[in-house]
Every structure is written in structure tokens, then in C-alpha cells.
């Protein structure tokens, strides 16, 4: 018996596209390109479309959000919505790329290990690091959970979660004492929270182990969301707090 080979997909002939959305992401692209703004006879004209076409068109993707005009000079730019959907299709791998040179320099700067962190179902996963050049150093593994509670980069994760996600962390999570300086109450974790908030990075102080200090901050998007956090983590006798 001979194995079927699967079916190969079928290849879209140009004329077999739809018009209206060829048309439309076209616009997109030319508004992009353009990048200063752009005016509707200036778009008709690239695009080859006639000016009432083009206005309809223009219209359509404003009003759903991926373009947006300028009410004095009347021109188009990109509008939010083209953004949230570059930023949603950024993924951990592209995210670990673009943030290497950093914790390269951090820890090159600092001598300290420094790590790339995300939150996942409530747990901080590194997903990048570069170790120290000091002679003690930690021993970071990639992939391997860790609380969010009681680490540096945790709490920054945790700080800018929506309300009513960090709400139900703070009801359904087991605060768990890792050492005797790990914060086991709701109430003051999310005063800590707040602090992190106000002062744009987050401090571990021995709290998830004895000995170790960590520092960490967000990473932001170009839509200004946090999509990870960036620290250091090092033994209390070089991070110090005067050094912190």
C-alpha cells in the first residue's frame, strides 16, 4: 500500500483575493510608510483609487480604530489599534532578542547575573540571562518558576497587572515564607505593590533567599504596557543597599 500524500494547499490567484481588504491594507501600508501623515489626495493618488473610494475607505479604518486624522491639517496616521496588534504578535523569543544587548551591558556594568522575566498564571518565568563576571554568582535556570511574591522581578510583574487580575492573585495566591523576610500578608504586599508602581522598579531585599538581593524594572511595549521585567541579582555583601 502506498502512503496518500497530503493535499497541497490551494495557492490564491490574485484575482480570487478580496478588493476591499486588499485595498484597505494597502492604505495601511502607505500610510505607514509615509510616516509624517498623510493626506487623502495624496493617498488616492498612490494608491490609485478614485477620491471617493478612497474617503470610504479611509473612513472605514478610522472609525475602527487603525487610522487617525489630524482635525487641523487633515491627515491620516496610524491610529492605536495597529499598534496593540503589533505588540500582541511580539513573542517571548523576539521579546528575549530585543532585550539580549541590555542584560548584556547590565551585567557587564554591575558584574551581577541579570535576568528577563515574564508572568505566567501567576509565577515568574526567566526566560533569558547573562551571568555575572564576579567570582560567586548566582546560578539562574531558564524556564524554571519561581514565586511572585517574594522576587524583584515578580513584584514587578504583579504591580501592573489590571486591578481585577491582581484582585484575584491577592484572594486565591499562597503567599508562602521563603524566608523570614518574605511578605505573607495581602495587605501589605499590595502596599508594596503601590510602591513599586510610584517608584518604577521593585527591590528584594532576602526575601525569596537568604543572602541574595535583587533589583529589577519593567519592560514596556511601544503601546507603554508591561510585557516582562529586567534585573539583577546578586549576594548582599556586593549588593549592598548603599549600592542599590
Known amino acids: 500500500m502506498h502512503a496518500q500524500r497530503p493535499k497541497a494547499r490551494p495557492q490564491m490567484s490574485k484575482g480570487s483575493l478580496i478588493q476591499s481588504l486588499q485595498r484597505g491594507l494597502g492604505i495601511l501600508e502607505i500610510v ?5 501623515g498623510i493626506t487623502m ?17 479611509l473612513r472605514t479604518l478610522s472609525t475602527l480604530g487603525y487610522l487617525v486624522q489630524d482635525q487641523n491639517t487633515r491627515e491620516y496616521h496610524l491610529g492605536s489599534k495597529v499598534f496593540h496588534l503589533a505588540a500582541a504578535a511580539w513573542t517571548e523569543v523576539q521579546l528575549s532578542k530585543a532585550a539580549k544587548p541590555f542584560l548584556a551591558e547590565m551585567a557587564h556594568q554591575t558584574g551581577e547575573t541579570s535576568h528577563l522575566a515574564v508572568l505566567v498564571r501567576g509565577e515568574v518565568i526567566v526566560i533569558d540571562k547573562i551571568d555575572g563576571s564576579s567570582p560567586v554568582r548566582l ?20 504591580a501592573h497587572l489590571p486591578e481585577a487580575e491582581l484582585k ?4 486565591t495566591s499562597e503567599l508562602r515564607p521563603l524566608t523570614a ?7 501589605i504586599l499590595e502596599q508594596e505593590l503601590g510602591r513599586v508602581r510610584k517608584q518604577g522598579h521593585a527591590f528584594d531585599d ?39
Open 41 to 57: 489626495a495624496e493617498v488616492s493618488r498612490e494608491i490609485g483609487l478614485h477620491t471617493s473610494t478612497t474617503f470610504h475607505l
Open 181 to 187: 523576610k518574605t511578605i505573607t500578608a495581602g495587605a
Open 206 to 244: 532576602e526575601e525569596f533567599a537568604q543572602g541574595i538581593r535583587c533589583l529589577a524594572a519593567p519592560v514596556r511595549n511601544f503601546t507603554g504596557h508591561v510585557v516582562a521585567a529586567i534585573g539583577i541579582s546578586g549576594p548582599v555583601w556586593r549588593v549592598s543597599l548603599d549600592r542599590v
Open 139 to 158: 546560578t539562574e535556570r531558564v524556564g524554571y518558576p519561581r514565586p511572585s511574591h517574594c522576587t524583584a522581578i515578580g513584584k514587578v510583574l504583579l
Open 32 to 36: 505607514a510608510k509615509n510616516g509624517k
Open 168 to 171: 484575584a492573585f491577592l484572594q
